[in-house]
């Protein structure tokens, strides 16, 4: 299904550096290999021969860990250093950055104030619903001289997401995305709206809301007959190594969604992006809130 949205042999032209890896995977799906990336692009596979433009500060083993070390590194300068020798050797016709989480990735503001004056365009991209990932799409598409290829890219997750088999209202499990273990904090932005085209309600958050901080008693309040963890920037490798940091906490064992085995954990390192790859997600999604009888 991924080689429908990612087409081989990508062009170098124009001439694209992108600070995040939403921004890289648009670039991969409109047939465009960016001329260098950020330290966190880590998909097609073709990405791992691109030089990159920046690190980050962040350290940590534990997700309090490193919520404390981006805490600490934005009040000492800032989450990440910006190889501009190296970006200004590239000679962008367009630095493809973000304005969605500073965190996350390196984001416009950021490139703006490091380079100052450049020839290259900077476009911002900003998307808070499954609509705007689309929209990130065209725009990248318009600004690169590929608007037919972005339609054709988002014509073709619309129609996956509309063969996606809802059920009626009335048997929409109750689902909860865990974005972030300790602080907790569910995933919001277009999680809700993938939870919705995927066959579930989601009450913890709406669309386009940024990731809700969350206290332990509310979780337990809602009940999530399914409960999905999703860390960002954690690949399931990772998540499941750190899952004592929920499954140890109070009343873990007397959820819904425990007690009936459906806890299931998906690659936030892609449920936390703004990639065409979503539409793979929320397939995946829907198998887990309907699965197939055996």
Request: charged residues 25%; negative net charge; proline residues 7%.
């Amino acid at each position: 299904m991924t080689d429908a949205l990612f087409p081989d042999n990508p062009t170098p032209t124009p001439r694209v550096v992108s600070t995040s890896p939403s921004g890289t995977e648009i670039c991969y799906a409109l047939g465009i290999e960016p001329v260098a990336v950020s330290h966190a692009c880590d998909f097609p596979p073709a990405v791992e021969s691109r030089p990159v433009i920046d690190r980050s500060r962040v350290s940590g083993e534990t997700s309090a860990a490193r919520h404390t070390s981006v805490t600490k590194s934005r009040r000492e300068g800032g989450v990440y250093e910006l190889d501009t020798s190296l970006l200004e050797s590239c000679r962008p016709d367009l630095i493809l950055s973000q304005s969605v989480c500073g965190v996350c990735a390196v984001d416009e503001a950021f490139v703006r104030d490091t380079l100052g004056e450049t020839s290259s365009e900077v476009l911002g991209l900003n998307a808070r619903t499954l609509d705007d990932v689309f929209e990130c799409v065209m725009q990248v598409g318009e600004a690169t001289g590929r608007n037919k290829r972005a339609k054709a890219v988002v014509d073709h997750c619309r129609q996956r997401l509309a063969e996606i088999a809802n059920p009626v209202p009335e048997s929409r499990p109750r689902a909860a995305v865990i974005e972030w273990m300790d602080p907790l904090h569910v995933s919001a932005n277009w999680v809700p709206d993938i939870v919705a085209a995927a066959g579930g309600a989601y009450g913890l958050a709406e669309s386009g809301e940024r990731s809700v901080s969350l206290d332990w008693s509310r979780l337990r309040e809602y009940d999530p007959a399914v409960l999905i963890v999703s860390p960002c920037g954690m690949d399931p490798d990772e998540t499941r190594a750190h899952l004592s940091e929920l499954t140890t906490r109070s009343g873990w064992d007397e959820f819904t969604a425990v007690r009936t085995d459906r806890v299931h954990v998906l690659d936030g390192t892609i449920l936390n992006r703004w990639t065409p790859r979503l539409v793979e997600l929320a397939e995946t999604v829907s198998n887990l809130l309907h699965p197939t009888p055996s």
